[in-house]
């Protein structure tokens, strides 16, 4: 049974910074794509950021220059470093696993962490 399970959210200050973290089991991580989905209150799903089993990362225009994604597959964990936060960055925060087509037009995959909450108000 795979899981992930997410931690890091919070409520933070425009320009702060926050660190969300996934960690995944049941699954061979090392061997798959992760990424983060984030969705704000009326709006669809949007990928935030992707990186490949062999560490190639994307991340969206959105958010460019900002946040940062990162593996440790000796720990089966995902980073996602954001920094310089903005009030539109205010979302749900999903971990997911097995993405694929990650450098072309990224699906995702079949497994999701129940959501991590960042909110960035002063």
């Known amino acids: 049974q795979v899981q992930l399970v997410e931690s890091g959210g919070g409520l933070v200050q425009p320009g702060g910074s926050l660190r969300l973290s996934c960690t995944a089991s049941g699954i061979i991580f090392s061997a798959i794509a992760m990424g983060w989905y984030r969705q704000a209150p009326g709006k669809q799903r949007e990928l935030v950021a992707a990186?490949?089993?062999?560490?190639?990362?994307i991340i969206a225009n959105s958010v460019k220059g900002r946040f940062t994604i990162s593996r440790d597959n000796a720990k089966n964990t995902v980073y996602l470093q954001m920094n310089s936060l903005k009030p539109e960055d205010t979302a749900v925060y999903y971990c997911?696993?097995?993405?694929?087509?990650?450098?072309?037009?990224?699906?995702?995959?079949?497994?999701w962490g129940q959501g991590t909450q960042v909110a960035v108000s002063s």
């Open positions: 997911n696993a097995d993405l694929s087509r990650v450098t072309t037009v990224p699906i995702p995959g079949a497994y």
């Open positions: 990186i490949t089993n062999g560490g190639i990362t």
